[in-house]
């Protein structure tokens, strides 16, 4: 049982190059969150998708996108990748968008943008 | 302010040792998540408390809602309990709010 699956694990980016984070889940869950992970800060919601079909801002949504392309996939877009945005990222999901429900972390996503 | 504090935040200790990790919150809350970080970098959900307490294996949990606070003990720790622990509340409308996190190194 594969869980959440990230990719890629890791990316190298120049600045203003443009890529999209994958995120898939096998546990038939409704809703998705993509964080960034700083040092020295907690985790950070960018944007989340409470179910299919729908997605909302988190506390840091400026320069990203997402794409909720079915019920297992969420992707996470920078346009135009900032030196910024070198974060590690993870993708989350759970049953349902609500505080009874863990969530379920992928193993992240190291992006350096240079 | 934080809205979510961890004490300490870095911790080491003897293999056998009892541990306690604390984290306070400013607001009114409908959960508390703790998660653990390995050193790899993958995160997994420990417990999610609204009252009480909890235990599974050597991990034990509190939360005072009174006292917004909640703690974290480790029981008899070893080195395999190295390390990331994370605090994360949710508001009764709203997202998950996270802790900067607590890192533990347990020592042979």
């Known amino acids: 049982n594969a869980g959440v699956t990230q990719t890629p694990k890791f990316q190298v980016l120049k600045t203003g190059q443009s890529m999209t984070l994958q995120c898939a889940q096998d546990?038939?869950?409704?809703?998705m969150y993509w964080y960034r992970q700083d040092p020295g800060m907690g985790l950070r919601l960018i944007y989340y998708?409470?179910?299919?079909?729908?997605?909302d801002k988190g506390e840091v949504p400026n320069g990203y996108n997402v794409s909720r392309l079915n019920k297992r996939e969420f992707s996470l877009r920078l346009e135009s990748a900032a030196p910024s945005q070198t974060s590690v990222y993870f993708c989350?999901?759970?049953?349902?968008?609500?505080?009874?429900?863990?969530?379920?972390f992928g193993d992240g996503t190291r992006l350096s943008i240079l | 302010k934080n809205e979510v504090e961890q004490s300490p935040q870095n911790l080491t200790a003897q293999e056998g040792e009892f541990i306690t990790i604390n984290c306070s919150y400013s607001v009114g809350i409908s959960a508390l998540h703790w998660l653990q970080q390995h050193p790899g970098g993958g995160i997994v959900s420990l417990f999610m408390?609204?009252?009480g307490k909890k235990k599974h294996g050597r991990l034990i949990a509190t939360i005072n809602i009174q006292e917004k606070h909640s703690s974290l003990h480790i029981t008899a720790s070893h080195p395999r309990d190295s390390a990331v622990y994370i605090c994360a509340v949710r508001h009764p409308v709203g997202n998950l709010i996270f802790g900067k996190g607590t890192k533990l190194s347990v020592k042979p």
């Open positions: 989350a999901s759970s049953v349902l968008d609500n505080s009874n429900q863990p969530q379920h």
């Open positions: 998708s409470a179910s299919e079909g729908t997605t």
């Open positions: 546990m038939n869950h409704n809703s």
């Open positions: 408390l609204s009252s």
